[in-house]
């Protein structure tokens, strides 16, 4: 199957086998090094034909590839093409000088063949298990537009400096729905507003996962369905509100798809870097902030150390919303002004995330409603919270805290609004963000939902609770969540 997808900073787009996750001209090479293998099997009369074709496709796709950027991906294709072109070329040139033909024995051919074989092998397998991430279609009649703000707090100290008069900063992307662009408009860069910021930030990321930054060399690659400061949709709408915080060490576009899926579907995504924590956060003057936080080895000193970090992150959120009424009234610049509905927010968040919107809600009475999204509930749980909220979770196993259900149980029945926990069958923690997109495709490490069936599921729950709550279209959460996994529904003094 063939997709497109946009691809680097001229705005054309080109396209992707997704079924392989390898682009046109990567397989021409697969094709022509594969070719220079076979030919040598090939009878008498064709085999310089072939040699000569599959000779030329591999070099001239290998120096186009140099001129784009290589990935790692490709090397043991082209290291097999050299492999085998000698041996291919050779009687050809020997029967151009006059002198005989000489051409092994089959016995001794073989193992070379086959050697040459699975060295490109290697390639597509390696691309399709570390691809450059193909997003979904979002699903909503809006087109999608996205841009970043930086808001500094002048109340907020940063305690994560020894300078007393630093000050909190945030890094916040939104997604909106927006006005169809033109055909062949560059579409965002997945991780960064540039080339330089995606790959700082997926090598960070990278690092933080124990990864080597080669091996998901094809992220900062990939462009996703927003459009750069796109004009807002027509019409006089307000649009619902869903602020975001991302996982420990997790950054603010690592939930594109789903934020995408949201906001093609009437809503603006606000999601936030919290510098310090977030694994790298690029400022508009060029700085980036890497995550200062760590796990000590020890249960309860790594419990403070993230109830600590949830309480800045909760702050953070509620300065963000603060930040977005000014932004509607007209006091920031920006093309939201008069298209916000302050009126209905929700605040969800991953993992960490999830933990700090629990917090962000307790405290600020202007979240509508709270969506925690497979995250263990740090902190304290008082005051109980007083609004509908979701707990989206991963399936549990044997290798899952066993702390993390009874304490998420605890806050979701001390809460004096309809809570629901939703357990969907398959997901891994990592299920819920954009990895599926691009890891590979383990149980373990990302479920066993697909590559793209995971942002999708996430989103259509969310969107169903979100409908309901913030929308208060008809129907209850309890009938149109069990469509997405297994539920669990709380209801103030008959908790179930």
Same mark, same amino acid.
């Given at each position: 199957?063939?997709?497109?997808?946009?691809?680097?900073?001229?705005?054309?787009?080109?396209?992707?086998?997704?079924?392989?996750y390898m682009s046109p001209l990567e397989f021409l090479v697969l094709l022509?090094?594969?070719?220079?293998?076979?030919?040598?099997?090939?009878?008498?009369?064709?085999?310089?034909?072939?040699?000569?074709?599959?000779?030329?496709?591999?070099?001239?796709?290998?120096?186009?590839?140099?001129?784009?950027?290589?990935?790692?991906?490709?090397?043991?294709?082209?290291? #097999? %093409?050299?492999?085998?072109?000698?041996?291919?070329?050779?009687?050809? @040139? !020997?029967?151009?000088?006059?002198? *005989?033909?000489?051409?092994?024995?089959?016995?001794?051919?073989?193992?070379?063949?086959?050697?040459?074989?699975?060295?490109?092998? +290697?390639?597509?397998?390696?691309?399709?298990?570390?691809?450059?991430?193909?997003?979904?279609?979002?699903?909503? !009649?809006?087109?999608? #537009? /996205?841009?970043?703000?930086?808001?500094?707090?002048?109340?907020?100290?940063?305690?994560?400096?020894?300078?007393?008069?630093?000050r909190r900063t945030v890094v916040v992307q939104l997604w909106y729905p927006?006005?169809?662009?033109?055909?062949?408009?560059?579409?965002?860069?997945?991780?960064?507003?540039?080339?330089?910021?995606?790959?700082?930030? &997926?090598?960070?990321?990278?690092?933080?996962?124990?990864?080597?930054?080669?091996? @998901?060399?094809?992220?900062?690659?990939?462009? +996703?369905?927003?459009?750069?400061?796109?004009?807002?949709?027509?019409?006089?709408?307000?649009?619902? $509100?869903?602020?975001?915080?991302? #996982?420990?060490?997790?950054?603010? /576009?690592?939930?594109?798809?789903?934020?995408?899926?949201?906001?093609?579907?009437?809503?603006?995504? %606000?999601?936030?870097?919290?510098?310090?924590?977030?694994?790298? @956060?690029?400022?508009?003057?060029?700085? +980036?902030? !890497?995550?200062?936080?760590?796990?000590?080895?020890?249960?309860?000193?790594?419990?403070?150390?993230?109830?600590?970090?949830?309480?800045v992150r909760a702050g953070d959120l509620s300065f963000v919303l603060t930040?977005?009424?000014?932004?509607?009234?007209?006091?920031?610049?920006?093309?939201?002004?008069?298209?916000?509905?302050?009126?209905?927010?929700?605040?969800?968040?991953?993992?960490?995330?999830?933990?700090?919107?629990?917090?962000?809600?307790?405290?600020?009475?202007?979240?509508?409603?709270?969506?925690?999204?497979?995250?263990?509930?740090?902190?304290?749980?008082?005051?109980?919270?007083?609004?509908?909220?979701? %707990?989206?979770?991963?399936?549990?196993?044997?290798? /899952?805290?066993?702390?993390?259900?009874?304490? $998420?149980?605890? @806050?979701?029945?001390?809460?004096?609004?309809? &809570?629901?926990?939703?357990?969907?069958?398959?997901?891994?923690?990592?299920?819920?963000?954009?990895?599926?997109?691009?890891?590979? *495709?383990?149980?373990?490490?990302?479920?066993?939902?697909?590559?793209?069936?995971?942002?999708?599921?996430? %989103?259509?729950? +969310?969107?169903?609770?979100?409908?309901?709550?913030?929308?208060?279209?008809?129907?209850?959460?309890?009938?149109?969540?069990?469509?997405?996994?297994?539920?669990?529904?709380?209801?103030?003094?008959?908790?179930?």
């Open positions: 199957m063939w997709q497109h997808v946009p691809r680097a900073d001229d705005g054309r787009v080109t396209e992707i086998i997704t079924g392989l022509g090094a594969v070719a220079l293998v076979v030919a040598r099997w090939l009878p008498h009369a064709v085999r310089p034909r072939v040699t000569i074709a599959a000779g030329a496709v591999c070099v001239l796709s290998a120096i186009a590839l140099s001129v784009m950027g290589v990935r790692w991906q490709m090397l043991p294709v082209l290291a #097999g %093409a050299a492999l085998a072109l000698p041996f291919a070329v050779a009687p050809l @040139v !020997r029967r151009r000088t006059g002198r *005989p033909a000489w051409r092994a024995r089959w016995w001794l051919a073989l193992p070379g063949s086959l050697a040459c074989v699975g060295l490109i092998a +290697t390639g597509p397998v390696a691309a399709w298990a570390f691809p450059v991430p193909v997003f979904p279609e979002p699903s909503g !009649r809006f087109a999608v #537009g /996205t841009r970043v703000m930086q808001w500094t707090d002048p109340n907020r100290p940063e305690t994560a400096t020894a300078d007393p008069h630093d927006a006005r169809k662009s033109p055909a062949g408009t560059q579409r965002a860069r997945y991780l960064g507003r540039t080339e330089d910021e995606a790959r700082t930030v &997926s090598d960070a990321l990278a690092r933080a996962a124990g990864l080597p930054g080669f091996l @998901v060399d094809g992220v900062p690659r990939a462009h +996703t369905h927003a459009v750069f400061n796109a004009s807002v949709a027509d019409g006089e709408a307000r649009f619902p $509100l869903v602020l975001f915080s991302p #996982g420990s060490g997790g950054v603010r /576009t690592q939930n594109t798809a789903w934020a995408e899926e949201l906001a093609s579907n009437g809503y603006v995504v %606000a999601a936030l870097d919290h510098p310090y924590d977030s694994a790298a @956060v690029v400022l508009d003057d060029g700085r +980036t902030i !890497r995550t200062t936080l760590s796990s000590t080895g020890d249960r309860d000193k790594d419990d403070k150390l993230a109830a600590d970090a949830t309480a930040q977005l009424g000014r932004l509607d009234r007209g006091e920031i610049a920006g093309p939201l002004t008069g298209r916000l509905d302050t009126g209905r927010v929700a605040v969800t968040g991953h993992s960490m995330g999830g933990a700090a919107a629990l917090q962000a809600a307790r405290q600020d009475d202007r979240f509508a409603a709270v969506i925690d999204i497979d995250g263990y509930p740090h902190g304290p749980n008082s005051p109980s919270l007083d609004r509908p909220t979701l %707990a989206l979770t991963q399936t549990i196993t044997s290798e /899952t805290d066993p702390r993390y259900i009874p304490r $998420l149980t605890d @806050v979701l029945k001390l809460n004096s609004a309809t &809570s629901y926990r939703l357990t969907i069958p398959g997901a891994a923690h990592l299920s819920f963000t954009d990895a599926p997109l691009y890891l590979p *495709p383990v149980p373990s490490i990302v479920g066993s939902l697909g590559r793209t069936k995971s942002p999708r599921v996430a %989103a259509a729950a +969310t969107l169903a609770f979100l409908d309901s709550t913030l929308r208060h279209k008809p129907g209850d959460p309890a009938g149109a969540l069990p469509a997405y996994g297994d539920l669990s529904v709380y209801r103030p003094g008959n908790s179930r």
